[in-house]
């Protein structure tokens, strides 16, 4: 018995040690987001195509669950950390909202079970799941009608003490039940503030709230109500301004206070948006091009990146005939933007100053915007060329003996006889550079070379003097 208590003793010691993992304790971390679209994303073809009607854009399209879980590779090979899915309660919209009933899945997407083994496809790829909770409205035929904080045309009444009890029941239990890590709040600042403290406080999940318009002050007050991170969604209007073309004023971008805090998040496009690509049919320009362009400056900006599916395509659409919301077509996707994004979040898992490093404007004239992210003794450059033309510009301000390592564009920059560093760049492009100090000649791989082309050398002499005696 004494060994018996021993031994719990030290596995309950064991247990304490052992840290909990949970994603609210993640927030310091940098996250990219891939919102999915649940009934536009994949079609298994294994779950109920009851009210399905592919004819009608807006009725539901088949997208599931398990289509979804078939995909998490796809997703997980851009890097994502965070995927962002669509209400996946019960509705008679295939956007998830309103709601008919919080308490049942979607039957077109699947079970409660599809959801569990989902998620779980998810973390075996350490992706975080986030689910959108639409808080406002139910739909007009809801059991949630009869609730006296429910109104007649279905609003419901965020105030009162019986809503807020009950979403709060709901979201803890879709925690445990499901393990998803967080909730996404769109148009967070149209919600009461009492509501949205309480929710927050009582369900530990990470929580990401969606405000159109925000200023650093309003930021302070949303992060005191419990959200991890903003999207900020006035963020889409300024980068397509400036991405679709060439020649555009970079104070859309470079103006923002908002562009040092690493708890704002932003996309180029979401489900509320006509597609960036969309943009380029009136400048003339090329989406691929563009949308390199754009993702650098998102994914190497203190702000977290927002992708909506389809990014990778790029997929076209307009909120208009409601082409943006069209099914997922894997079979488009550009192995151009596809490498980009990984590249892309390569370097922001390989360098710490990406992630937590300041980020100072070198250069921004001529449409050639240089800017570098800093952190210690890890110094990474990003050039971005918005300009019709080649630019170049000189970099005094680093340490002598070093050279700029191109992570996009295989380039090399080294010290100039003046002491300074030039970094150029053609028309439309970018490029990121990781300052090290100057290698050198790479004297083994010269050698290497040197040897191979040596004995290539005394081969082909040994082969003509033998064709030779034999003739």
């Given at each position: 018995m004494k060994r018996l208590m021993t031994g719990l003793g030290l596995l309950i010691l064991l247990t304490s040690l052992v840290p909990i993992?949970?994603?609210?304790?993640?927030?310091?971390?940098r996250h990219q987001y891939y919102y999915v679209l649940v009934d536009r994303f994949q079609n298994s073809n294994e779950v109920t195509e009851e009210g399905v009607n592919r004819d009608d854009p807006n009725a539901f399209h088949g997208g599931d669950?398990?289509?979804?879980q078939d995909r998490v590779d796809h997703i997980a090979e851009l890097g994502i950390t965070d995927v962002v899915l669509s209400p996946l309660f019960a509705s008679e919209h295939y956007t998830g909202s309103p709601v008919f009933n919080f308490e049942q899945i979607q039957s077109t997407f699947g079970s409660a079970s599809d959801v569990q083994d989902m998620v779980q496809a998810f973390h075996d790829q350490d992706i975080n799941v986030i689910v959108q909770v639409p808080f406002n409205s139910v739909s007009s035929n809801s059991p949630l009608r009869s609730e006296d904080w429910v109104s007649e045309n279905g609003e419901v009444d965020l105030t009162q003490d019986g809503a807020t009890d009950y979403f709060i029941e709901l979201l803890q239990r879709w925690g445990m039940d499901y393990n998803v890590d967080g909730f996404y709040v769109p148009e967070a600042d149209q919600l009461p503030q009492s509501f949205l403290e309480s929710v927050?406080?009582?369900v530990d999940r990470f929580w990401l709230?969606?405000?159109?318009?925000?200023?650093?002050?309003?930021?302070?007050?949303?992060?005191?109500?419990?959200?991890?991170?903003?999207?900020n969604g006035s963020f889409h209007e300024k980068a397509t301004d400036y991405f679709y073309d060439i020649e555009t004023d970079s104070s859309l971008l470079l103006g923002s206070n908002l562009k040092n805090r690493e708890d704002v998040v932003h996309?180029?496009?979401?489900y509320m948006t006509d597609r960036f690509t969309r943009s380029m049919e009136e400048s003339g320009l090329h989406p691929i091009t563009r949308w390199k362009m754009a993702l650098t400056y998102m994914y190497t900006t203190p702000n977290e990146p927002w992708l909506y599916q389809g990014t990778a395509n790029p997929t076209d659409g307009v909120v208009e005939d409601g082409s943006h919301h069209d099914m997922m077509n894997f079979l488009a996707g550009d192995e151009q933007l596809n490498k980009h994004i990984e590249q892309l979040s390569s370097i922001n898992e390989n360098f710490d100053s990406i992630r937590d490093g300041d980020m100072n404007v070198l250069h921004d004239e001529d449409d050639f915007i240089v800017y570098e992210r800093v952190l210690d003794d890890e110094r990474i450059i990003i050039t971005i060329?918005?300009?019709p033309g080649f630019r170049h510009m000189e970099l005094d301000h680093l340490e002598d003996n070093q050279e700029l390592r191109g992570l996009i564009r295989d380039d090399l920059v080294r010290q100039n006889d003046d002491g300074s560093y030039t970094v150029s760049l053609e028309r439309e492009s970018t490029n990121v550079y990781n300052v090290r100090e100057d290698t050198g000649a790479n004297w083994l791989l010269i050698s290497i070379f040197g040897s191979v082309m040596g004995v290539f050398v005394v081969f082909a002499i040994i082969i003509y003097r033998k064709n030779a005696k034999e003739r």
């Open positions: 993992n949970s994603h609210a304790d993640e927030e310091d971390e669950l398990i289509g979804l927050t406080a009582e709230g969606e405000v159109n318009e925000i200023s650093n002050a309003d930021m302070e007050s949303f992060k005191g109500l419990g959200f991890d991170r903003i999207v996309y180029m496009d979401s060329n918005n300009s």
